[in-house]
């Protein structure tokens, strides 16, 4: 059964940094595409990053600047570096994959469970 499990999640001050991993079971990461997305309580999900198979990478323009979203093949794991956060990225972040999406809009198959971040001081 495939399976993304995140990881790299915590609690962090304004301004600082985490780097969350997305791995993966039971599928190669290198033929899908993979995004993050978060899930703040009260809110929509909302798509934060992707990268393709060729390594394209689109972000939301709330992140972008900030986050870097990258992949290691060989590990067979997905990364998203989250640089100067901010209270409002504060949320549930989800890995998901699918092999013919191309951006954050499109419909993902693979969901992890969710790792929360929380920006606080």
């Known amino acids: 059964q495939p399976q993304l499990v995140e990881s790299g999640g915590g609690l962090v001050q304004p301004g600082g940094s985490l780097r969350l991993s997305c791995t993966a079971s039971g599928l190669f990461l290198d033929s899908y595409t993979v995004a993050w997305f978060r899930q703040a309580p009260g809110e929509e999900r909302e798509g934060v990053a992707c990268?393709?198979?060729?390594?394209?990478?689109n972000y939301s323009d709330l992140v972008k600047g900030r986050f870097t979203v990258s992949r290691d093949n060989a590990k067979n794991t997905v990364y998203l570096q989250m640089n100067a956060l901010e209270f409002e990225d504060s949320a549930v972040y989800y890995c998901?994959?699918?092999?013919?999406?191309?951006?954050?809009?499109?419909?993902?198959?693979?969901w992890g469970q969710g790792t929360q971040v929380t920006v606080s001081s």
């Open positions: 998901s994959a699918e092999r013919l999406a191309s951006g954050l809009d499109d419909m993902y198959d693979y």
């Open positions: 990268i393709g198979k060729d390594e394209t990478t």
